[in-house]
């Protein structure tokens, strides 16, 4: 299992981390999706043999949020 933390700029209130929550989360592969909107982090464990971290951030990218 693997963990990235992201940095994550555009999440602001609730329904941003429930979007990428639900987006990441439905990727096969990833067991745990955590947002931190103050921080403008999110985390994300996941098997790399499944599922690319590549993957990981163009899911939270086409939610509409950027990762830097």
């Known amino acids: ?8 700029e555009g999440m602001s209130c609730s ?3 429930n979007a990428v929550k639900k987006a990441v989360g439905a990727l096969d592969g ?3 999706v955590t947002v931190d909107l103050k ?3 999110v985390t994300v464990e996941y098997d790399g043999s499944k599922v690319s971290l590549d993957m990981i951030k163009n899911e939270i ?3 509409g949020y950027d990762v830097v």
Do not use: N
């Open 39 to 41: 921080g403008k982090t």
């Open 61 to 63: 990218e086409d939610q």
């Open 30 to 32: 990833v067991s745990s």
């Open 15 to 17: 329904h941003c981390e």
């Open 1 to 8: 299992m693997e963990k990235a933390i992201l940095k994550v």
